[in-house]
C-alpha cells in the first residue's frame, strides 16, 4: 500500500452535504481507480482515469458522483447531495500503465453519512 | 456478465494447520488474476498476479495457483499474523476496459 496515498482518512457528511476524496497515486504511475467497498460487499470499480482524461466511468452512479485527474495534483472523487446509502470505504489504486499490469491500493477513504 | 466466487466466506484455523482458500471465475477472457490480502481498516494489499492455467507463485508461507476455471491460496504451517480477508480479483480480457472484478473474500482467522 506504501505509496497511494487517499485523504481524508474519515470523513463524516450530513445528508445533503458534498464529499470530496483526494488521491495522490505511487510515483510514477499515471493511471488511477477509484473502487467502492460497501459493507459485507466486494469491491467494486467506479472509474478509471489517466491525466486530464477520464477512460472508463461505467461504474459510476450516473448522478451525484464525479471524478477528475487534473494535469497537477490528486485525483478527486466528488459525491454532490450525500445520502446515507453513500457511506462506504472509497479505496483509490494505481498502475504504472494499463494492459493487464498489477495495480495497487491506498488505504481507503471512510464516509459515514449521517 | 464477469463473476468470482470465493469459498469459504470464512476459516479458522490452528496455528500451523495448512489449508486452501478457493476463487472460482468466469470471464470472457482473462488478461489476469490477482490475490491481495486485506487487514481491517486497511487498503488491499497486492500479494500475486497470476497470468496463465498452469503458473504458481510463491511467497513466504502462500502459494497461488491458476487453471482456466479457478485459483487457489494454499497456505502452508499460517501463523496468526496471517490472519486477514484474502481477496481475489480477475481483470477480463475485454477490450479497453481496465476495471478488476472482484470477490467477497475469504476471511481467514489464525488461532495461537
Known amino acids: 500500500n506504501a505509496g497511494v496515498m487517499q485523504n481524508p482518512r474519515h470523513l463524516v457528511r450530513r445528508r445533503g452535504q458534498e464529499a470530496r476524496l483526494r488521491c495522490s497515486p505511487m510515483?510514477?504511475?499515471?493511471?488511477v481507480y477509484w473502487y467502492r467497498q460497501l459493507p459485507e460487499e466486494g469491491l467494486k470499480f467506479m472509474v478509471y482515469?489517466?491525466?486530464?482524461?477520464?477512460?472508463?466511468e461505467s461504474g459510476m452512479p450516473k448522478e451525484r458522483f464525479s471524478a477528475e485527474f487534473p494535469k497537477e495534483g490528486p485525483s478527486i472523487l466528488r459525491i454532490q447531495q450525500v445520502v446515507r446509502g453513500d457511506s462506504a470505504a472509497y479505496f483509490c489504486a494505481s498502475s504504472p500503465n494499463s494492459s493487464g499490469n498489477t495495480i495497487y491500493f491506498g488505504e481507503g477513504s471512510w464516509l459515514t453519512v449521517v | 456478465e464477469d463473476q468470482v466466487t470465493q469459498s469459504p466466506e470464512a476459516l479458522r484455523l490452528q496455528e500451523g494447520e495448512s489449508s486452501s482458500l478457493n476463487c472460482s471465475y468466469t470471464v470472457s477472457g482473462l488478461r489476469g488474476l490477482f490475490w491481495y490480502r486485506q487487514d481491517p481498516g486497511k487498503g488491499p494489499e497486492f500479494l500475486f498476479t497470476l497470468y496463465s492455467a498452469g503458473e504458481e507463485k510463491e511467497k513466504e508461507r502462500l502459494k497461488a495457483t491458476l487453471t482456466k476455471k479457478e485459483s487457489f491460496l494454499h497456505i502452508t504451517a499460517p501463523k496468526p499474523e496471517d490472519s486477514a480477508t484474502y481477496l481475489c480479483a480477475v481483470h477480463p480480457g475485454k477490450s479497453g476496459s481496465e476495471k478488476l472484478v472482484f470477490g467477497k473474500g475469504t476471511k481467514l482467522t489464525v488461532n495461537p
Open positions: 482515469l489517466q491525466k486530464e482524461n477520464i477512460i472508463d
Open positions: 510515483k510514477g504511475h499515471s493511471h
